[in-house]
T-cell receptor, first 113, second 114 residues
């Protein structure tokens, strides 16, 4: 069965520092991978997705993620964060359950000044 | 372009009262539709999904139900709310024939049961 593990429930970081949010998945089939962001009291917004091809995926707001098939990982990175990046980030995978996405538990990114 | 609406945005209801949350999608046809709940500190829980009018799959047994009376309308209901029904309810849609199942989310409804 597919599953997604987000290794950190909260990540505190100072403004302008780099950040990495970790995501590992398990699946018996080829996968599509996603990162979503949720600001307080809002819906989820797609940051980026990996479907195929280049393993480095660039998304909105300066975020990027790297698909590593051997490590079954899809970590999200940003070289320099802003206060406005404070939000909850969800990793998700699809491919095994037809019409459904499997989400991780989420990582809260707190950017401090 | 496609848009997804949810209403109401916030709702405060007493225990034992009924519930009806509505979700509509514009700008697309034959979408897959989903209801999720976020309880405090518990991540995203898929409640129901639908691949067509009248076709509802339930993911978690509970006192909630869902209906899809029209192609782009998805309703979440309850006859009697419980305290544990409090949370943030999200509706989402995806393209019927999209292999990747990318989902597009609505703005959410904050439900507080007192």
């Amino acid at each position: 069965a597919q599953s997604v593990t987000q290794l950190d429930s909260q990540v505190p970081v100072f403004e302008e520092a780099p950040v990495e949010l970790r995501c590992n998945y398990s699946s018996s089939v080829s996968v599509y991978l996603f990162w979503y962001v949720q600001y307080p009291n809002q819906g989820l917004q797609l940051l980026l997705k990996y479907l195929s091809g280049s393993t480095l995926v660039k998304g909105i707001n300066g975020f990027e993620a790297e698909f590593n098939k051997s490590q079954t990982s899809f970590h999200l990175r940003k070289p320099s964060v802003h206060i406005s990046d404070t939000a909850e980030y969800f990793c998700a995978v699809s491919g095994e359950y037809g019409n459904k996405l499997v989400f991780g538990a989420g990582t809260i990114l707190r950017v401090k000044s | 372009s496609q848009t997804i609406h949810q209403w109401p945005a916030t709702l405060v209801q007493p225990v034992g009262s009924p519930l009806s949350l509505e979700c509509t999608v514009e700008g697309t046809s034959n979408p897959n539709l989903y209801w999720y709940r976020q309880a405090a500190g518990r991540g995203l829980q898929l409640l129901f999904y639908s691949v067509g009018i009248g076709q509802i799959s339930s993911e978690v047994p509970q006192n909630l139900s869902a209906s899809r009376p029209q192609d782009r309308q998805f309703i979440l209901s309850s006859k009697k709310l419980l305290l544990s029904d409090s949370g943030f309810y999200l509706c989402a849609w995806s393209r019927r024939l999209a292999a990747d199942n990318e989902q597009f989310f609505g703005p959410g409804t904050r439900l507080t049961v007192l």
